[in-house]
């Protein structure tokens, strides 16, 4: 039932063109109730913000009537959707106990602009018909960690949105609004690192998102919206963990259990709930890990690259050439064991960022094929600087000059030059 509390706004980006599907067959266009007070709050309004104006874009009618057929409670729950498409112009709609209705034609939008998610989010949060108690925000498209999220492939250099410039556009909807989104989830691959986490720690409650790369499934989309709609009275902290329990259903389930878009048959998955208040604690201990581990020390190097290596599952497993993140407890774990007699006072900061990194990750979940080396959160280790100064766009994408306040707050990128340097291959 609809009371005065909080509300969650779910982001995804969905494609236009099957607009005109939404409506023939969502059966909540006729079976509508009546109107409803209008100071009375929902429990959550779910804003999607579909980015499928790329590769993705075929999946688009497959999600929407998936989201459609889910959402059987719309009067405690409601859909705010963004959709950019391949081939046709963005749009944003709404679905409440009115059904499916676009409230506005942006043409040919890019959705890779931080200003396009700003737009989109403000609308979310001020348009009366979708005042709730909780806002989650859910990105669904591409992502390559620390590097950025959203490529938009209809404009030119086909660009992508950067962290910095994604939680600004979530920093600058709260500023204008005055309400700040409780749970965002992050529908795209390698975007559980603390450089992600670090750019969002006083912009939102929560972050559900996964160190590996993501299925095409994505989440649990049946579970999510099924679940609010026959019991929406959840707490933020509830419902982000309840994504990733229904994750882990939906991946780990015998072969035939969902209609899955791929056989994944329990393949490599993970999805894990970050508490973003917990996040400076964690950039503290980095920094004064830094500060012990500069200048470069030789005999450290060693067990420095030994332990990240542990810790990147990237090197055995297929991660679409775009995941450089080391597990951040599994490789300070490690490294605090090899250096604990030679250099006991680094070992003790290294055990300090485990734990600092422990009160951050609140759930998580991974596939058994991880053999126990994805905990929930990762931070950017390269193995070399042909990877820090990588370029995926039209745009520089060096590590250190992409303005993560993660880098400044510990200087990170000082720690990983120094230790990582130039992989030499033999001759």
Same mark, same amino acid.
């Given at each position: ?51 499928? /104006? ?57 959705? %890779? ?47 992508? @949105? ?30 559980? @690192? ?22 095409? /499934? ?53 999805? %894990? ?25 030789? /005999? ?104 993560? /306040? ?20 033999? %001759?």
């Amino acid at each position: 039932m609809r009371k005065a509390t909080k509300l969650v706004v779910t982001a995804i980006a969905v494609c236009m063109m099957i607009v005109p599907a939404f409506v023939l067959t969502d059966a909540f266009t006729k079976n509508a109730s009546a109107g409803t007070d209008e100071d009375d709050l929902r429990d959550w309004t779910i804003a999607m913000y579909w980015d499928a /104006d790329n590769n993705l874009d075929g999946l688009t009618v497959t999600f929407v009537d998936m989201w459609l057929q889910s959402l059987t409670n719309r009067v405690d729950v409601a859909m705010s959707v963004y959709i950019d498409g391949l081939y046709d112009p963005a749009n944003i709609s709404t679905v409440t106990e009115a059904g499916w209705q676009e409230v506005e034609a942006l043409g040919e939008a890019n959705s %890779s602009d931080p200003a396009t998610l700003q737009h989109f989010l403000e609308f979310t949060l001020t348009d009366a018909s979708l005042a709730a108690e909780n806002y989650c925000l859910i990105v669904q498209d591409h992502g390559l960690g620390y590097l950025g999220l959203c490529v938009d492939e209809g404009e030119p250099g086909r660009p992508w @949105m950067s962290i910095h410039g994604f939680a600004s556009a979530v920093g600058g909807a709260k500023e204008a609004t005055g309400k700040m989104i409780d749970v965002v989830e992050l529908d795209a691959c390698t975007l559980a @690192m603390a450089e992600v986490a670090y750019e969002l720690r006083d912009k939102a409650g929560y972050l559900v998102a996964s160190e590996k790369a993501v299925p095409f /499934d994505g989440l649990n989309y049946m579970a999510l919206l099924g679940g609010l709609s026959v019991d929406p009275d959840v707490t933020p902290v509830e419902l982000a963990c309840k994504m990733v329990d229904d994750y882990a259903d939906w991946y780990s389930a015998p072969l035939g259990t969902y209609p899955t878009l791929y056989p994944y048959m329990q393949d490599f998955a993970s999805l %894990s709930v970050l508490d973003l208040s917990m996040m400076q604690p964690l950039a503290d201990a980095f920094a004064a890990l830094t500060a012990e581990m500069l200048p470069l020390q030789a /005999d450290l190097m060693g067990p420095f690259r030994e332990s990240s290596k542990t810790a990147i599952t990237a090197m055995w497993m297929n991660c679409m050439g775009c995941d450089y993140g080391a597990d951040i407890k599994v490789m300070f774990t490690s490294l605090a064991n090899k250096v604990q007699d030679s250099h006991p006072t680094l070992a003790a900061k290294c055990k300090a960022v485990v734990d600092a990194a422990d009160d951050v990750i609140i759930k998580n979940w991974a596939s058994w094929r991880f053999r126990g080396r994805c905990t929930g959160m990762s931070v950017f280790v390269p193995p070399g600087t042909g990877i820090y100064n990588v370029y995926w766009d039209t745009l520089d994408r060096v590590y250190d000059q992409l303005d993560l /306040d993660f880098v400044d707050a510990t200087g990170w990128d000082e720690i990983v030059l120094a230790y990582t340097g130039t992989m030499k291959i033999p %001759s």
